[in-house]
């Protein structure tokens, strides 16, 4: 049951793309994704986030310019793995291969939303469940 708060008009009407599906076949176009935060490195003006849907991983890259501000790179880096969140992003075949991904595309984001938080500190880890 989905308990949105949201314009029930909106909830029906959003389209999102499976991270499994993502490709180089739709580089350049928009899509919405939705999954968890996998893990989250910041480096100045920008920030990289795995983003996790199943066991599907794909990264998005958070840079400050027109749409991206700089507390809002501050914001996506700052939440605990495992958040829910909803991105809204440009695909983009990277010049290098991403390690550690199993899509080979990157999402240039335009927005990006926090959907639940999780709490900072998990009884257990994704990475400590599957050793």
Not at 53 to 66: I, R, S
Not at 79 to 104: M, Y
């Amino acid at each position: 049951m989905c308990c949105s708060q949201c314009d029930p008009n909106d909830r029906f009407t959003k389209v999102y793309a499976a991270v499994k599906e993502l490709n180089d076949t739709i580089a350049g176009q928009t899509v919405r994704i939705r999954g968890r935060v996998h893990n989250s490195r910041a480096k100045g003006k920008m920030c990289f986030v795995v983003i996790r849907e199943g066991w599907a991983t794909v990264q998005a890259a958070l840079f400050v310019g027109d749409t991206i501000s700089k507390g809002m790179v501050t914001f996506v880096s700052k939440l605990p793995k495992e958040t829910i969140v909803e991105v809204i992003a440009v695909v983009t075949k990277p010049e290098a291969a991403i390690s550690g991904c199993s899509q080979t595309i990157e999402l240039q984001v335009t927005e990006f939303w926090c959907v639940n938080k999780s709490v900072p500190i998990l009884p257990f880890q994704l990475e400590d469940a599957s050793r």
